[in-house]
């Protein structure tokens, strides 16, 4: 069936079976890879996306159950000039080794940068407790983020 | 990948409860359990629709309405979390909610499906459905003797009843009564028995045992024996039978006759007689008992004990007639006229008709053991042939064999993994010496000059047909002789009605009497039938049940009050012994040397009551021991929150049970809508704490809900037991106290008072109590 997705700040039309995630449906339809098919039960957040608002769990939703959302994924936060600074303060504080989950922490960042400006260290660590680093890049995340907040306040 | 299904977007609660009535359907809220679910494949049915009910408008909301907070169902777990009401005045929710995996998880999950989540044991979630626990549909719990660190410390909780209750004909709770030997209350487990068996020691010594066969631990080295342990209760009552056989302290007045003393008119007669009826049982042989006293060998089933038993009836008031001429001066007309209600138990003593040439000279195997020292005078040192490869065959055989016969061969249709006589007896037949030559059926008696030589049979190809029904395929070509002087056959019994007088009209077929299924009454109204006159030949301990339902059914026909025992609600957690359960070998009954042995010696002994504790130990007491891993549901237990589903309204804790595979009692159709938790009284706290692994992505080893400050404080902890756990003992020490550091320790005793941990899960109640007492100093602060 079809569904339509607010994908990114575009509408997006995709044709997907009743039993593809949300994950499936980006990689498979639409070869957007940033969130990742990793443990897919809903345990490490490589799958973040951020749907009508809030950081979710792309592997734990179902696509059909997304018709008429809004969707965000590192895709469309990276090619945002606005979120510069908080790719490049990862970057600067260099917060991922093999890198594979951190379009996940990206996502997670964004969305608490969106609804919490000025975000404490204990703010950041909580925002990211649902993701998962098995390089072990945890401490770095939070100043990553506190330092993109400072830019982009600036 | 997901296995495809056809998906719904509900929009009413009415539209998704009609999708899931019609079953095969599956719910979907937030998701996040149910995905993990079917991604897995841990259920043993994957659903062919998923209902959405995301799409119903209205259910997601928190308000206050005249001192009560609503929560929608499908409210998420963050919201309820970050509400500033929830956070003031319903703390210990919105601790609970924050408490839940990840910010992620908890911005798609709903309260909804928080409460109603599936088990998160092991076992239970290995994909591919691994392991079939007894929360699937299977029979067994893997983690009792498995991996189970993460489970009850307050014992087990079963879906349905065990294995081996459902395989005893009279459906005796076995793992009851064992729990109560192991507890040392035996006169508990003799109730337990006598709830639907009045004559343990009897069957204990001649059943089947089908409950054994059916035991669990079979699959990996010997069940448990419940044959001994039955046997040792029952000569408990028997040491004990002042107790147990008492004469009714209230008469009810009514009258009533029973047809037969065997086990089926015994049992009926004690059931009746104990409800304060007078009841009066006619038998035709000289003395009680019916197949128990004649039939049953001696040296299986001493004799001297079935007379107790009589004795033990008679002294509860009823009356034996025996001798009596039941259809000859005693008339069934008659004994409708002078009873309130008339059983019929005259079980099954004819002998069938075969047709085959020369059977008039072979020796009905019944009859042979009803007379068995006039027979065997002689006889001794003559060669025996047996037919037939049931129970009573293996008894004709030894006891012939015992009596001196100079060989013993028995032959039956079936092969021998068919015989339909139990391990245990034939292994007794071939341990005496009986040569056992399965699969051949009767042709005919060879004799010579009027004198028995042997007995020709065929080979018996089949004995079912296609269809299941029994019809012999033989191959005549393929015959041979079994030499012998004598010929026993005991290939079946009929049943004798001749007692019916032509002029009494009683439903009846294929020779039997027919009966109603639930009361066992008689096309004649007052008239019952019971035991194998109604089931054919069966065994002793179907004989007990039939009678017991009879009894049921004569109560229910006089108006009058059924017996039964206090009955203690088989819905209560069960517990077994971690250690005992670990032996692997099952307690056998001593016997007397194969030399040693007689026709009218007792083989076996009854075990030492410690034996049998040993014994009771090793029972798993099947249940499922994995536990509730919810957050918020103790803090909706803590705050005695309603659920309202499209059903009912039901208090937090009735919501809780142990189902395959729900955590609920919530029916196929049944939604959860809301939760409603009244507004605690002004100068209360609620307060809840998890401790596990992870701060994050974790279920919890032990969590705990508080609410304090009120004249009756509410404790409730969860993931230590089956459903969440109520603690009454904590909330005792804490009514009217202040709380300070001896009292919330004094709390956390008193809720972990009653723990029986599993192998692995002791550890658990130190993190319960501690984690309780914090709780509680926490909200002084």
């Not at chain 2, 025996?384 to 012939?400: C, E, F, L, R, S």
């Not at chain 2, 007052?526 to 009678?547: E, H, K, L, Q, R």
């Not at chain 2, 659920?643 to 955590?663: G, K, Q, W, Y």
Request: net charge neutral; charged share 25%; glycine share 8%.
């Amino acid at each position: 069936m079809t569904i339509t997705l607010n994908l990114n700040g575009k509408p997006t039309d995709l044709d997907v079976k009743t039993n593809y995630t949300l994950q499936e449906a980006l990689q498979f339809k639409l070869g957007l890879t940033g969130a990742k098919h990793m443990c897919n039960k809903g345990v490490c957040g490589s799958c973040t996306v951020i749907k009508d608002g809030r950081a979710v769990l792309s592997c734990q939703i179902l696509a059909v159950e997304c018709d008429g959302s809004t969707v965000e994924t590192v895709e469309g936060i990276a090619a945002q000039p606005k979120w510069k600074p908080l790719l490049d303060a990862y970057c600067k504080w260099d917060a991922m080794q093999c890198g594979y989950c951190t379009p996940g922490f990206v996502v997670s960042a964004k969305a608490l940068l969106d609804s919490n400006p000025h975000p404490t260290e204990d703010e950041c660590k909580e925002a990211l407790a649902g993701n998962i680093c098995i390089c072990g890049t945890y401490p770095r995340h939070a100043q990553a983020i506190l330092d993109a907040a400072l830019v982009m306040n600036d | 990948m997901l296995r495809s299904f056809e998906h719904k977007n509900a929009k009413s609660v009415n539209e998704a409860a009609g999708v899931l009535e019609l079953g095969n359907a599956a719910l979907i809220a937030g998701g996040t359990d149910l995905l993990g679910t079917l991604k897995d494949n841990i259920l043993p049915d994957y659903p062919g629709t998923i209902v959405n009910i995301k799409t119903i408008p209205g259910l997601e909301y928190i308000k206050e309405e005249n001192g009560t907070l609503k929560i929608g169902a499908l409210t998420k777990l963050a919201d309820i979390a970050a509400s500033p009401t929830v956070q003031r005045k319903y703390t210990a929710l919105a601790q609970a909610a924050k408490a839940v995996a990840t910010p992620h998880l908890r911005d798609m999950g709903t309260i909804g499906g928080n409460i109603a989540q599936l088990p998160r044991c092991w076992y239970f979630r290995k994909s591919d459905n691994r392991f079939p626990c007894l929360r699937k549909g299977g029979t067994e719990c893997f983690a009792a003797t498995g991996e189970n660190r993460y489970h009850s410390i307050l014992g087990g909780w079963k879906t349905e009843t065990s294995q081996c209750t459902a395989a005893c004909p009279a459906g005796t709770d076995i793992p009851k009564y064992l729990s109560q030997i192991r507890a040392g209350d035996m006169d508990g487990a003799a109730e337990t028995i006598m709830k639907v068996n009045p004559m343990p020691m009897l069957t204990s010594r001649v059943c089947a045992h089908f409950c054994q066969q059916e035991c669990n631990r079979c699959q990996k080295d010997e069940g448990v024996q419940s044959g001994a342990t039955e046997r040792v209760v029952g000569d408990y009552i028997l040491a004990n039978a002042d107790k147990f056989y008492k004469a009714p302290a209230k008469e009810t007045g009514k009258t009533i006759a029973i047809i037969g003393a065997g086990p089926a008119g015994m049992s009926a007669a004690f059931y009746l007689r104990k409800a304060g009826n007078k009841v009066v049982i006619y038998d035709t042989k000289p003395e009680a008992g019916g197949m128990l006293r004649y039939a049953i060998p001696a040296y299986r089933l001493p004799k001297d004990l079935v007379a107790k038993f009589a004795s033990l009836l008679e002294k509860m008031g009823i009356e034996f007639k025996l001798g009596a001429k039941i259809g000859d001066e005693i008339k069934p007309s008659d004994l409708e006229k002078n009873y309130d209600a008339v059983l019929y138990a005259t079980g099954a003593w004819k002998r069938p008709v075969l047709g085959f040439s020369g059977e008039d000279l072979a020796i009905f195997g019944l009859d042979f053991l009803v007379e068995v020292k006039n027979w065997m005078d002689g006889k001794v040192g003559q060669e025996v042939v047996v037919m037939g490869g049931g129970n009573v065959a293996m008894d004709v055989a030894v006891t012939a064999k015992r009596l001196g016969a100079k060989k013993v061969k028995l032959t039956c249709l079936e092969t021998r993994d068919k015989m339909p006589a139990s391990g245990e007896e034939v292994a007794r037949a071939i341990e005496e010496g009986i040569e056992i030559d399965p699969g051949w059926g009767l042709s005919q008696v060879v004799s010579e000059n009027g004198k028995i030589v042997g007995l020709e049979v065929k080979r018996c190809l089949s004995t079912v047909d296609a269809s299941g029904r029994f019809n012999p395929q033989y191959d005549e070509n393929d015959k041979k002789v079994l030499t012998g002087e004598n010929i026993l056959l005991a290939t079946g019994q009929g049943i004798d009605l001749s007692y019916l007088d032509e002029k009494y009209q009683i439903q009846l077929n294929r020779g039997r009497i027919v009966t109603d299924e639930d009361s066992n009454e008689t096309s004649r109204p007052g008239v019952f039938g019971a035991g194998d006159v109604v089931n054919g030949p069966a065994t002793v301990i179907g004989s007990v049940a039939s009678g017991h339902k009879s009894a049921n059914g004569i109560s229910r026909y006089l108006g009058v009050d059924y017996f039964s025992y206090a009955n203690a609600s088989n819905k209560e957690y069960v517990f077994f012994d971690t250690e005992g359960t670990k032996n692997p070998i099952g307690l056998k009954l001593k016997e007397l040397d194969a030399a040693a042995r007689a026709v009218d010696k007792e083989d076996s002994m009854t075990p030492e009551l410690s034996e049998g504790v040993t014994e009771a130990k090793r029972c798993l007491n099947c249940a499922c021991y994995a536990v509730n891993p919810s957050d918020t549901a103790p803090a909706l237990i803590a705050l005695d929150a309603k659920i309202v589903t499209n059903h009912r309204t039901l208090a937090a804790e009735e919501l809780f049970d142990v189902n395959e595979p729900s955590n609920t009692v919530l029916g196929k159709d049944e939604i959860i809508t809301e939760i409603q938790i009244p507004q605690p009284p002004a100068g209360s706290k609620s307060a809840f704490t998890k401790l596990a692994l992870r701060k994050s992505i974790d279920f919890p080893v032990v969590n705990v809900a508080v609410l304090v400050g009120v004249e009756k404080p509410r404790i409730a902890l969860n993931a230590i037991a089956p459903k969440p756990y109520r603690s009454l003992k904590a909330e005792a020490v804490l009514a009217g106290k202040t709380i300070d550091e001896a009292t919330a320790t004094a709390a956390g005793e008193a809720a972990v008072a009653d723990i029986q941990p599993l192998a692995a899960t002791k550890y658990k109640a130190q993190i319960a109590k501690t984690l309780l007492k914090r709780t509680l100093l926490g909200t002084t602060e």
